[in-house]
RNA sequence: CGGGGCGUAGCGUAGUCCGGUUAGCGCGCCUGCUUUGGGAGCAGGAGGUCGCAGGUUCGAAUCCUGCCGCCCCGACCA
């Protein structure tokens, strides 16, 4: 492709709107163009780049059995209330205004209604299905570029099967698949197990890339790979301590002292020794959470431990329930359900509200003063705590969320009524499993991992060319006439070359744009070198320079580009 | 949906507080000449409903009201 003929149209100041490096890597390097919040347009060479990362991923589902679909994006809202799941999805399912469509956020319910009175029979199965295309999400709020759309390429496929152990083996599948398919990539993830949310279903792992602009919140140990989502992460339990002389329990006048850091102040005291208590609602009910010191209630783990949705109480409810205000709550004497976290089992002399205000108990023994108090692991953990598979430092970083597997089961097919008849002529729901990646994620996860102040370090995998051709001075016949050459050779060997033929724009320029495009080797032709029959190739991935002969080029081309 | 910021030429921005020439600058674009190993030089040129709609005023990019859009944080998130 010759520049001077092509549409990459690249930037060489940073958008005001792009935040994150791969972003800006794709606006400034032409491969995309922002049309609203979310929805983007792909350029030439950013399309390029995402039918390579398709057919990886094409090629990685072909081999496991995989059949491609093409699907309607436009799908009746009948079949997506069979299964509930236009209440369920909300205000997220784009809904068409002047017929009852809505545009497919996913793609469970039309697969499941191909495979309806079609995989009839347990000789049917097992089989794959997949599909790369677009969903439609009215995400209330688009963010990081492509990672969060309101229109995006998703790769989706499902698996059926007859068994728990036919889906146990599918899932496997996938889940070899996608390593195959992210190592292919290039890209460093790791893998997290996670619950699977409002996809319903058992078991589910999430492939995920560590990152300042994911979304979701990971704990993860290097020395043994343990990963969990923040949400049920767990660590070392590190309990507070249990002195051999307990006290009483004592009340404390304490004016104005509502934090726990104002307490430990108040009475010189270490954070550990406070029991901090929270007022949630649970089923209308209040529930007295009580953490250490200043560690905060994981209310994912809360709705785990209660089942359920529970929300904390409003400021006005909690004199009602507890008879003192935030800053004066304890679980003394309180008339309710008690629920403590790990780390607060057998302590005592501890500090916590009155319920009464402006006053603090000290002295408190849980297992003697609040008999009945329930003991959960319902803090977050954070950087540094102990692996409690291996002991060593867990780290907690943010992460986002590249590819997801889950083992579905029968709420499509039962919701549906895609049933099959088995050996002995019974009908059962078929089982069902369901695994995307995010297409354009694997994109900005590439350059989010492969940049430099300069651009974007491709790799010969997923670059949108291999090599980009140089001609420094094109108005110089030799130069422009080496170029020729070259160009043609390449592309007769099968190189997708990028040849920067423009006659109008300095060295400078060119060799600023071709580090920004950065495909892996620049190939560059000047008149210096030239008049020895000498070119410059320069690696981008360590901007490493050497100057060979013409007529080595072809050979170290394939040194390089292995 | 809550908090914060922003909206001026294709891109990046000054001007807005304190209303008053022809809305300024850099990049890019067009023409010509020169230039070609790290974002060239000179000369000339084009390009603006100052987000939209009302209002105040002799006069509005600037003040007031409403709306829309975009970014960041939060809530939400198969």
């Given at each position: ?24 890597l ?88 191909h ?39 998703m ?13 146990d ?28 949310g ?11 890339v560590?990152s ?33 002389v ?12 509502k ?33 250490s010191?200043?560690?905060?209630v ?24 507890t ?47 609040a ?15 102990k ?10 970083f ?14 499509y ?23 995307g ?57 099968g190189y997708?070359v ?31 070198n ?23 080029l ?9």
């Amino acid at each position: 492709m010759k520049i001077s003929k092509s549409f990459i149209p690249t930037l060489k100041e940073v958008p005001a709107d792009a935040v994150i490096p791969s972003h800006v890597l794709m606006i400034r390097s032409g491969m995309v163009r922002m049309v609203s919040a979310g929805i983007y347009s792909f350029l030439p060479l950013g399309y390029k780049v995402i039918r390579k990362i398709s057919e990886i991923i094409r090629e990685e589902m072909n081999a496991i059995g995989g059949q491609e679909f093409h699907l309607p994006a436009l799908n009746p809202k009948e079949i997506w209330e069979a299964t509930n799941r236009v209440e369920a999805f909300g205000d997220t399912m784009f809904h068409i205004k002047n017929r009852d469509y809505v545009l497919a956020p996913t793609h469970e319910e039309i697969m499941t209604f191909h495979a309806k009175g079609v995989l009839k029979s347990y000789k049917d199965m097992p089989q794959i299905w997949y599909q790369i295309q677009t969903k439609f999400r009215n995400e209330p709020r688009p963010r990081s570029g492509v990672i969060r759309g309101r229109q995006f390429l998703m790769k989706d496929a499902y698996s059926f099967d007859t068994s728990l152990e036919g889906l146990d083996k599918s899932y496997e599948l996938h889940d070899k698949a996608y390593r195959n398919i992210f190592d292919r990539c290039g890209i460093k993830y790791f893998i997290v197990g996670a619950s699977s949310g409002a996809m319903g279903g058992s078991k589910s792992e999430e492939f995920m890339v560590q990152s300042d602009a994911g979304e979701d919140t990971v704990a993860y140990c290097e020395n043994c790979g343990y990963a969990a989502n923040i949400e049920v992460a767990k660590s070392v339990i590190d309990p507070v301590k249990r002195d051999d002389v307990g006290k009483e329990v004592y009340e404390i006048s304490t004016p104005d002292v509502k934090s726990i850091d104002e307490l430990c102040e108040f009475l010189k005291i270490d954070e550990r020794e406070t029991a901090k208590s929270r007022i949630y609602i649970h089923d209308g009910k209040p529930v007295l959470i009580l953490m250490s010191g200043n560690d905060d209630v994981n209310e994912s783990k809360l709705e785990l431990v209660l089942g359920g949705n529970v929300r904390s109480a409003h400021p006005e409810e909690l004199s009602d329930i507890t008879g003192a205000d935030a800053g004066s709550i304890g679980p003394i004497d309180f008339k309710h359900r008690i629920i403590a976290d790990l780390r607060l089992k057998g302590g005592n002399n501890l500090y916590s509200g009155a319920n009464k205000n402006d006053y603090h108990v000290g002295g408190i023994d849980l297992e003697r003063d609040a008999p009945k108090t329930e003991y959960f692991d319902l803090r977050s953990i954070e950087s540094g705590e102990k692996c409690t598979r291996c002991d060593s430092e867990l780290a907690v970083f943010k992460a986002i969320e590249l590819g997801h597997i889950f083992k579905l089961g029968t709420k499509y097919s039962e919701g549906l009524g895609a049933n099959f008849v088995d050996e002995n002529g019974e009908e059962h729901p078929i089982i069902m499993g369901s695994y995307g990646i995010g297409v354009e994620r694997v994109l900005a996860c590439y350059l989010e991992q492969n940049h430099d102040d300069n651009g974007i370090i491709w790799d010969n995998t997923l670059a949108p060319f291999h090599c980009h051709l140089i001609g420094l001075n094109m108005k110089s016949e030799l130069i422009s006439g080496t170029c020729e050459d070259i160009y043609t050779t390449l592309q007769k060997k099968g190189y997708e070359v990028l040849f920067d033929d423009r006659n109008d724009v300095s060295a400078g320029f060119k060799f600023n744009d071709a580090d920004l495009l950065g495909l892996p080797v620049q190939i560059v032709v000047g008149e210096r070198n030239l008049k020895e029959n000498m070119i410059e190739i320069k690696e981008r991935r360590n901007n490493e320079k050497q100057k060979i002969s013409l007529d080595d080029l072809y050979q170290k081309l394939e040194e390089l580009l292995k």
